[in-house]
T-cell receptor, first 116, second 113 residues
C-alpha cells in the first residue's frame, strides 16, 4: 500500500519555541493531506485539511495562527506548532488519501510532542 | 449528526481466544467503512475496507462484516495473539462532497498470555 512518512517521531521542546512536523507521501502524490491530534485513550481529532498550493482548511476551534500548515508540494505537508505550551503536548498524526470511491486513508507513524 | 460508536470500550481476552468488536454508525450518505489497528504510539494501519455492497471482508485472522441496512459493522479476530493488543478504530467515510472521515472512539484490546 501507499506509504506516508512522518518526521520526527518524537520531539521535546521548551515552552515558547516552535516545532515543525513533516508529512511526506513517499510513493504517490497527495493534493490533500490531513492533520490529526490524539489525546491519550481518545480517538483521532481532525485539526485541518492541508491543500497543495492553497490555504489549509481548519476545523472549528483550531487556531490557524497557532498551527501553521504549509503544503508546498504534492508530496510534503508541514505542521508548525508555534509558541508551544505544555497543553500542546499531544500525539500528532498526518494522513493522505488514495483512490476515488474506495478512498483509503494512509497514516503517518505519528509524532509525540512534549512541551516542557 | 454523523457519528460512529464502538463497543466495547475495552476488552481483555486470553491468547488463542476469539473476539468480536462492534461498530454502529449514523453517517449519511455513506461511502465506505474501514477498520484500523493502532498500536500505542503509532499511526493507524488499515485492516479492511468495505463499500456499501460488500458484506464481509477478510484479512488473515481479521474478518469484518457490514450491514448497510442496520448501519452496523463488526470485526472478528480469530485465534488472538499477544501482538493483537492494540486499539481498533472503525472509520466511516462521509459520502458527501468532502469525503470526510468520521472516527469511532476505538476499542482497546488487551490479549493476555
Amino acid at each position: 500500500g501507499a506509504v506516508v512518512s512522518q518526521h520526527p517521531s518524537r520531539v521535546i521542546c521548551k515552552s515558547g519555541t516552535s516545532v515543525k512536523i513533516e508529512c511526506r507521501s513517499l510513493d504517490f502524490q497527495a493534493t490533500t493531506m490531513f492533520w490529526y491530534r490524539q489525546f491519550p485513550k481518545q480517538s483521532l481529532m481532525l485539526m485541518a485539511t492541508s491543500n497543495e498550493g492553497s490555504k489549509a482548511t481548519y476545523e472549528q476551534g483550531v487556531e490557524k495562527d497557532k498551527f501553521l500548515i504549509n503544503h508546498a508540494s504534492l508530496t510534503l505537508s508541514t505542521l508548525t506548532v508555534t509558541s508551544a505550551h505544555p497543553e500542546d503536548s499531544s500525539f500528532y498524526i498526518c494522513s493522505a488519501n488514495v483512490g476515488g470511491k474506495r478512498t483509503e486513508a494512509f497514516f503517518g507513524q505519528g509524532t509525540r510532542l512534549t512541551v516542557v | 449528526k454523523n457519528q460512529v460508536e464502538q463497543s466495547p470500550q475495552s476488552l481483555i481476552i486470553l491468547e488463542g481466544k476469539n473476539c468480536t468488536l462492534q461498530c454502529n454508525y449514523t453517517v449519511s450518505p455513506f461511502s465506505n467503512l474501514r477498520w484500523y489497528k493502532q498500536d500505542t504510539g503509532r499511526g493507524p494501519v488499515s485492516l479492511t475496507i468495505m463499500t456499501f455492497s460488500e458484506n464481509t471482508k477478510s484479512n488473515g485472522r481479521y474478518t469484518a462484516t457490514l450491514d448497510a441496512d442496520t448501519k452496523q459493522s463488526s470485526l472478528h479476530i480469530t485465534a488472538s495473539q499477544l501482538s493483537d493488543s492494540a486499539s481498533y478504530i472503525c472509520v466511516v467515510t462521509y459520502g458527501g462532497a468532502t469525503n470526510k472521515l468520521i472516527f469511532g472512539t476505538g476499542t482497546l484490546l488487551a490479549v493476555q498470555p
